[in-house]
């Protein structure tokens, strides 16, 4: 989603029209291609297969279709030829997503997971080569990790039997996002794609598997470990080289240098136990990690101040008059010059990278600060701790104001930070938990105020925004005084989710924009000392809006019948996004024109009706038009991770159903989708700009007659894969045996997860049986772990439930009584057809009473799942 908050040159009334031009459309395809999942999960029966297949299959088409016209339509544009065809082929790969998904639903397949995501990176690298699109691109890179690591999953009980351990998986994880980042730094060079988001993921997924592996699995010296710590040496050494000396990254670098910390952390760790100096050894590692923070901050420091860190690459520039849907005019030149905020005065404090380096640092300095005092025994009652911790709290708020090096000040952070935990816990036991709720928010208020240091004060707001959200969550839940607040998030439920954790979030997300508006106003200092409060409480609230739960505009009046502070917080919550923009707009009502001063904030109030089921879409929102009315680029950023994060999690909330889940995110993209049209259209009709002269568009290149081509080669590609796949699978339908298996028992806690039921087919156990009593033959023994599938012949009884026989490598030999069955040995276990049977949303207790599977089996031993039969083969 690329919602940049760089200023091009031009009036502010160009600034805002762009970004609500790219804003509209990408947010449009993030939520329509969610709604497309959601209903595809949703297992809709009202509507027949062929309905289902080609309503799916048609969207598609469209959005390919219409992403080679944009390409050949807006070719003399040189900011929008990409970037409205990368959106459409984006959302075109999430739906390509979505049609596995459902050929894989309605047919039973039973298909590994992994293969899946291995056809939908497949089919989709055609649109990726194409669209050029960084977004498509990080979207392929996504879908074929995931691909990765499903297979490797699959295979890790071979791996830990083989190799000890899971070293292997990390290695080549790690080595297939090299081999990305490889190719990606050579786009840059070669055809000077961007590196502003795409380098640095893969680095991370990368760095952050190899670290892993050396901080979980055996270490240097011992068995696979050795290969382990030797690549990621050469990684650490070979990124840092060539992220320094060839093209600077320092966030990159900030990566490295955590990876080292974390690393070191282990191998000194081990090292100080073998001399066995006892829970003493927490106080060097604290140290150790206290003064590499330091180093490692001081240089990255000295790198950003370097020239050559300042120059931009040209790859990560956007031409001026480049938005997310038709060209944007150029600004006049007599219109007010664009600032849509004060830019900030610098500051002293370091790069943001670089305090997340050293917050890193304090917090696991903290954490080994507190082991040492948890287990040296000079505390042994809560009271005790409750004095300990006060000290700490003065003596490290003492450090922090004088003039202590860097590393003192590391020091004077970890200690003040484990002195407020340490006073929490000696209130643990208070008869009073309002009262110890107080104590903690005045307490860290004070630490806040007294302790000048951004990470201490950061530290210490989430203290604040916790000891905030327990005083609301006991006012709220006054009769759950048996619990306490950690006790409510684990045992979490619906009830929580809508009556106690939205009210909380609700509450957390308007605090945070009051925060963040008023440090803007403030300026100077004052706002500088704000900073920290607000990211705190922004962390929080994103922490709390993935437990809250939503409510549909129907289900209001009798929210407000049974509790109107939370219908009121519901609403409150939907109308963040219109508060926020009115916020920014209404200060620059004289340079905005009245369709953008007043048009967001009602095109806002309608898409607050979308938002009610889901909060998180709405806050995230709120943080983007913050982020970019406030010119705080990372407010930005957090905003669109914020909001792919949340719809991740909102698929998985059981408070709203999927269909419906489906219906408001498909009308509130929609609605998107129009008010995109609006922000080219309302400058025209009110001619608040000149109109321009449209020239004849070039000769068609021969680069975008290959990308064009791709397209639709790669659309055609889709329609083939899919259809083939519908045709094979109804041709088995139609004309396979009929073989209905029993269902062995199974675990009531697993037998419904979600929208689907685990299956344990009773022939599964006989298969393994009969595996592990020597059937097998000599040339069926598994190489390297892996054992090849195999087929069970099966033999049905007087009432058509076929009984296992034998074990073969192959569907022959075989009498005509006899129907080979494939079966697959899936992490050493026995998979017959499919580990689970998929059904419409809401249907659970029907499938509950299943005894019996109806499987069509084809002659090469092919099944697929039909219907759930009950004990006396009744269809469900």
Sequence with gaps: MQVGTERQAGSELHAWRQFLARSTLWLGVLLLGSAAVCWVAANWQDMTKVQRFAGIQGLLAVCALAAAWAGLRLRASPGVRRTIPGALLALAGILLGALLALLGQTYQTGADTWELFAWWALLLLPWALAAGSQAVWLLWVLVLNVAMALWLGERVFSWVLIFGGPGVPGLMMAGLNLVLLLGWELAARRWRASTLVGPRVLAALAISVLVLTQMLGDFLGRGLGLYNGIAWVAVTLGLGFYYQKGRRDLIIL????????????????????????????????????????VLAARWLRRLAGDPQTAVVAAADSEPAAASAGNSVDPADASAPVAQLAPVPAPQADPPWYVQCLLGLSAWLSTVLLLVFIAFSGFITSEGGALVAGLVLCAAGVAVLRSDAGPFWRQCGTAMAFAGQILIIFGLSSSTSFASACVFVLLMAATVYAVGPDVILRFLSGLLIAAAGAGLIWRGLSPDLGGEDLLDAWLGFDVMRATFVWLPIAVTGAWATAVIFSVSHRLGGKRAHALQPLAWAFLLSVQGMVWLAGGLSAQQLPAMWQLNPHTAVLVVAGALLPLAAAFAVLWPRRHVLTAGVTWGVPIALLILALFWLPSPGVGFALAWLLLGFGLNQSRLVVFGVISLLAYLGVYYYQLDVPLLQKALWLGGAALLLFVLRALVWLVPRLMRTIAPSRRAPLPPVSAPLRWRTLA??????????????????????????????????????????????????FAASREVTRLRLGGERPEAEESVMGYEPDGYVMLQTDARGVGQPLRIQPDTHPHTDAEVPLRYRIRDNSVRIVTNAYFFPEGQAERYQVAKYGELRVAENGEALLVRMLDQDLKPL
């Design 254 to 293: 900030a990566m490295l240098a955590a990876g080292v910390i974390c690393v070191s952390l282990r191998v000194a760790g081990e090292w100080l136990l073998r001399l066995e100096p006892g829970v003493w050894a927490a106080l060097p590692l604290a140290a150790l990690l206290m003064a590499e923070a």
């Design 711 to 760: 397209i639709l080669g790669g659309l055609a590609l889709v329609l083939v894969v899919a259809n083939g796949g519908i045709w094979q699978r109804e041709k088995l339908l139609a004309s396979g045996k009929v073989v209905i298996l029993e269902l062995a028992p199974v675990d009531p806690r697993s037998l419904m997860q979600g929208d689907y039921m685990a299956l344990n």
